[in-house]
């Protein structure tokens, strides 16, 4: 590529900041932020706000909060279930 194209390669795929919207939040020091916003939501690094989440919803091991599975719906039903069963069994036990 000659350094002419390259140029004007460059000039085309280059970001252009002075298009960008001034972020314009409130700072600690009470004037307003003088960074280049982005173009998502008009704010700067700093001041784009709080995280909405995660985009797509997990559940299970892939859960962001997922320990052991031992609160799970499904253990907490098997518990549940041996519990029932070998209920009559202590109750046996414990009169002889
Ligand atoms: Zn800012």
Same mark, same amino acid.
């Given at each position: ?22 972020? *314009? +939040?409130? %700072? ?7 960074? /280049?916003?982005?173009? #998502?939501?008009?704010?700067?690094? =700093?001041?784009? *706000? +709080?995280? %909405? ?7 299970? /091991?892939?859960?962001? #909060?997922?320990?052991?599975?031992? =609160? ?25």
């Amino acid at each position: 590529m000659l350094k002419k194209d390259y140029k004007a390669h460059v000039a085309i795929n280059q970001f252009d900041l002075n298009t960008l919207p001034i972020c *314009g +939040a409130r %700072t600690r020091s009470g004037g307003l932020c003088k960074h /280049k916003g982005n173009v #998502r939501n008009g704010r700067c690094k =700093r001041h784009g *706000g +709080a995280s %909405t989440g995660p985009i797509n919803q997990t559940f299970g /091991k892939n859960h962001h #909060r997922y320990v052991n599975g031992l =609160r799970s719906k499904k253990v907490i039903a098997m518990r549940k279930l041996l519990a029932d069963l070998t209920r009559p069994l202590m109750d046996q036990n414990q009169k002889v």
